[in-house]
């Protein structure tokens, strides 16, 4: 079973509910895909058994056979390629903008011109949390987009023989469409707040478009708000759990040590009700 807990804005707890629900399970592996921040390793505390360097491909031009024809600038949807031809005859390429599509040399006419070498843009780190399969991408400062390297984590490193717990980035960008595509189940993350309630309406759009099974987990939880309880109820969206507004967790949170164990069989609630619903 793979799950995949996201949120429409950071902070707004996911990381706090992907490793509580990590920690309750028997046979868990926690995949952190939020390569810009990731920070599940804060309150799992893995010890690292391998870190293994990523790279992503880039085009790299021979400017003694190329043309200079510009088809491969013609198919950058992202323009990280300039040509100029006659008289100039040059190309630049910046590398900042490049998605590693492969679009370029595709459509390069002359073999050899344009060749693809691989340039680092991250890491992963591989480990073990007590009884959790810990895995975590790293994008390097500076780097375009984690979406290759969040493809690489689920296709790679993945075990399907265990339950998958997939942090997923904020927001509904593609990082996010790459995570929770193809799992058995979202879990939206939402804050009691307006803020909160107008990113989780985002990433209710973004999961039913994608046609996912998806419930609620309401992070911060009062009895007398139910800003988020009167939105699912009017979607028909259930709500799988309430964690409470605690003082006691923000002190575990800051001191990196998350109540694991106060919670486990709470979320051991979450996982049956996920169970009956796939």
Not at 86 to 100: A, I, V
Not at 246 to 262: H, M, Q, R, T, V
Request: glycine content about 8%; proline content about 5%.
């Amino acid at each position: 079973m793979k799950i995949a807990i996201t949120s429409g804005k950071g902070g707004t707890g996911k990381t706090t509910i992907s490793t509580m629900l990590a920690y309750s399970l028997d046979n868990p592996q926690y995949i952190d895909c939020d390569a810009e921040e990731p920070n599940g390793h804060l309150f799992l505390k893995p010890k690292i058994e391998k870190t293994i360097p990523y790279t992503e491909l880039v085009p790299q031009i021979n400017e003694d056979i190329c043309t200079f024809c510009g088809k491969c600038a013609d198919a950058c949807a992202y323009k990280a390629l300039v040509v100029m031809g006659e008289p100039l005859k040059k190309t630049m390429f910046f590398d900042e903008l490049c998605h590693s599509c492969g679009a370029c040399a595709y459509v390069c006419p002359v073999e050899g011109a344009l060749i693809e070498v691989p340039k680092r843009v991250g890491e992963i780190r591989v480990g073990k949390a007590g009884h959790i399969d810990f895995v975590m991408g790293l994008l390097d400062v500076g780097q375009a987009s984690a979406t290759q390297l969040i493809a690489t984590l689920k296709r790679e490193y993945m075990d399907d023989s265990k339950t998958v717990i997939l942090d997923s980035p904020p927001g509904t960008s593609c990082t996010v469409v790459e995570t929770i595509d193809g799992v058995d189940f979202v879990i939206l993350v939402a804050e009691p707040t307006p803020f909160g309630l107008s990113d989780l309406k985002l990433s209710v759009e973004l999961v039913r478009d994608m046609g996912l099974n998806f419930g609620i987990i309401v992070n911060k939880h009062e009895e007398d708000n139910g800003l988020i309880e009167d939105y699912a109820q009017q979607e028909s969206i259930p709500i799988l759990y309430r964690l409470p507004f605690s003082k006691d967790i923000a002190k575990s949170y800051s001191n990196g040590a998350l109540p694991f164990e106060k919670y486990k069989n709470d979320f051991k609630g979450v996982i049956k009700q996920i169970e009956e619903r796939i």
